[in-house]
């Protein structure tokens, strides 16, 4: 699969728990983006299709995923998707349970996902759970990304997110990956091609071989990190695989049967504070931005402060990966960024690491 370097400029195309590299052009005939935000955006296309029956069960499927959150929204969003201008979602992945319960858990995964209409491309920048931030409200002066969601819900990962590289963030999605199984088992499994051997839990594949996935098989194959030898990083970009695959294979599918079990593995499994209406006009007006994906990742290096490990990102990264987003979001480089976000004090203390995402 041919890829490039990234440049936005072109237009080529809540209980509390315990415990860039470059942007690559990944060109889908059918796909939108590997969160399952969008796979709800393209089979809501799909369930139209189907006509009035399917159309209010799809309605009635998406209302209940509706979480209207406390987020304090730094532009006009109505207006953004009005004008049909970029727009951003920080997508998170849990892996706790059914989402609503007290005990919320941390966010494995988080993803921004810009979509630039004009450029008919859909940006994804990922950032490693074990990122080190400041947390607004926190007792702690520093903690890693991913405990955000669990001090202060939905609302305080995307001001961290927001604060750690000076963008706007216009929806949210909380997605519980748990789910994953249920919508790999309701598209009837995914093929993926293993980038390395390894067998955890109910996944056992071997490096470059092509392999059926399950729902079950999937769900491990997405979950496993010790083995893999860029951690996170790696566990990343399979996490991306299977739901780029999942996303092929569910805007595939005709049989209306196949399309409920969809819908209904999606109950429980998702929050976003993304009406219907906005999905309605998102598919409408930025259903181009398939045509082609390009991501990075905020890189960062290894370090153990006061007996915690941490990703630490230097303030050269931030400011590059915040320059790459606002440039697809159509916005000016930051001025504002500051190394205290995640206490990196002197920059030359850190380097960061050279494409270690593997994407």
């Known amino acids: 699969m041919a890829s490039n370097n990234f440049d936005p400029n072109q237009n080529n195309q809540p209980t509390r728990r315990s415990d860039y590299s470059h942007f690559k052009r990944r060109k889908k005939h059918r796909g939108l983006l590997w969160s399952i935000l969008i796979v ?17 069960q799809a309605k009635k499927t998406f209302d209940n995923t509706f979480q209207a959150g406390q987020t304090n929204k730094l532009r006009n969003v109505d207006d953004v998707i009005k004008q049909g201008k970029p727009f951003s979602i920080l997508l998170m992945g849990t892996d706790t349970g059914a989402l609503g319960r007290n005990d919320v858990g941390r ?16 940006y994804l920048t990922s950032i490693p759970r074990d990122t080190r931030v400041q947390v607004k409200g926190d007792s702690q002066p520093y903690e890693k990304i991913n405990a955000a969601y669990t001090i202060g819900g939905p609302a305080a990962s995307v001001s961290t997110v927001e ?37 955890y839990g109910n996944a056992n594949v071997v490096k470059g071989q092509k392999i059926h996935l399950n729902g079950k098989e999937a769900l491990d194959y997405s979950r496993m990190r010790e083995e ?20 092929v294979k569910g805007v595939g599918i005709t049989s209306i049967p196949r399309y409920k079990q969809i819908l209904t593995s999606l109950n429980g499994n998702m ?15 930025y259903g181009n ?8 990742t905020l890189q960062g290096q290894d370090a153990m402060i006061n007996g915690v490990s941490y990703q630490v990102a230097p303030l050269s990264e931030l400011q590059k990966v915040s320059n790459n987003i606002r440039h697809t979001l159509d916005l000016n480089e930051s001025s504002k960024l500051s190394s205290s976000s ?13 494409n270690s995402s593997g994407y």
């Open 40 to 56: 709800v955006l393209i089979l809501l296309t799909g369930g139209i299709a189907y006509g009035y029956h399917a159309y209010n």
């Open 107 to 122: 966010t494995d995964t988080l993803i921004v996902a810009t979509i630039n209409p004009k450029k008919e491309t859909a």
């Open 163 to 199: 604060n750690l590289l000076d963008i706007p963030i216009d929806f949210y999605a909380i997605v519980n990956m748990g789910g994953l199984e249920r919508m790999v088992n309701a598209v009837g499994g995914v093929d993926v091609v293993p980038p390395m051997t390894f067998h």
């Open 228 to 247: 893999d030898p860029l951690g996170d990083y790696g566990r990343q970009r399979r996490q991306r695989q299977v739901l780029q695959k999942l996303v």
């Open 271 to 285: 929050k976003t504070d993304m009406t219907f209406n906005d999905m309605l006009a998102i598919r409408t007006k």
């Open 289 to 296: 931005a398939s045509h082609h994906i390009k991501s990075q």
């Open 342 to 354: 995640t206490g990196t004090g002197d920059d030359s203390n850190y380097t960061s690491s050279s």
